[in-house]
């Protein structure tokens, strides 16, 4: 298989699913999957635990970024196990640190912020590596070499955020601006492209009363950006220019978030300039260029097939699937709605 042809088959995919989704998840009945009978009122109604599709596109963004770095990795001889290892100890950061900057930045207890957990994986991940490779590097037989392991991360992460903004649109969160609201430009631009969300229930309805309100689809904008940015990495990275790589999908990512913030109507902290996860994203690309300055750029031979193969494997498989449903029990169970349920016997069919 060639790596244009690869590429070109992702994006396909890409396309066909952002096609849908934009035009499907705004609506009412995209929040809730199921609902799980908890615990029996007085009245005999249940009250129910909401399932959500906000978790299911979550978890499939979260797995979507763990195949392409098994895949990314596996192509320069990295073994899945220890790209497992890899993965387990980034998401110790970042998953914890997710929930922990937003309730500093946000004051909000049951809420995840993606730009925090951002940047505390940068911040991390260059060391994990190096701590990876010197206590686990003899039992693999392999290093992982830096710069590439960080740009098959950064990539990875490119895939992930741009697929799980399809959350956001479920959900309604980080949501834009009303369109009437933007300078002239602007609202020209957005007249006949934006969101408009039904449902009370979603976030941009009771946290920003604009359900059934022409809104900025940042979400939209934000999935296909990052897409096509993980899409031109990824090329690059196939063909060993590593550090263009990295960079490409980290600057990329990281000054959208903070333009994209100029767009956003959502509550992202008190600041009035400049947001925490704005400077943040900033300080992210920083960081990480000093950081490809101070490593030597190895540069291992890349094989597509060899990627792909190092998914071919029964427990790796297994793997992918449990990481899929652990991260849909976090993030899948809504804490902010709920549900009453009744149920009854159609006594015609008894």
Known sequence: ????????????????????????????NWQIIASVPREKGAEGNWRGLNLTYYGFFQATANSLAAVMLLILLGAIGVPAAQTFCLLIAISAICWPSSRLIARLVEKKHYTFTIGGALFAGAVATPWII?????????????????????????????????????????????????????????????????????????????????EGVHVVPVQAITAVIYSVTALASTYLYLESRFKTALMLALILTQLWRVISELLRADFRGKASLFSAYQVMAILAIIYLFIVMLS??????????????????????????????????????????TGSTLTFFVHQDRV
Not at 11 to 20: K, M, R, Y
Not at 185 to 192: A, E, G
């Open 1 to 28: 298989m060639s790596n244009e042809f690869f590429v070109v088959s992702l994006a396909t995919l890409f396309g066909a699913s952002f096609t849908w989704a934009f035009k499907t998840l705004p609506r009412e």
């Open 130 to 210: 190096q701590l990876l490779n010197a206590t686990l590097a003899d039992a693999f037989g392999k290093r992982m070499p830096v710069i590439p392991t960080l740009a098959a991360v950064a990539v990875a992460y490119a895939y992930g955020e741009g697929f799980g903004r399809l959350s956001c649109i479920s959900f309604g969160c980080c949501y834009g601006k009303k369109v009437e609201q933007l300078a002239k430009p602007l609202r020209r631009l957005f007249h006949s492209a934006n969101f408009v969300f039904a449902g009370s229930t979603k976030k941009v309805a009771y946290e920003g009363n604009m």
């Open 295 to 336: 490593f030597t750029t190895e540069t291992p031979p890349v094989d597509i097939m060899r990627g792909l193969g190092s998914l071919w494997n029964p427990l790796i498989l297994l793997l992918c699937q449990a990481h899929w449903l652990a991260i849909f029990l976090i993030t899948g169970r809504s804490m902010v």
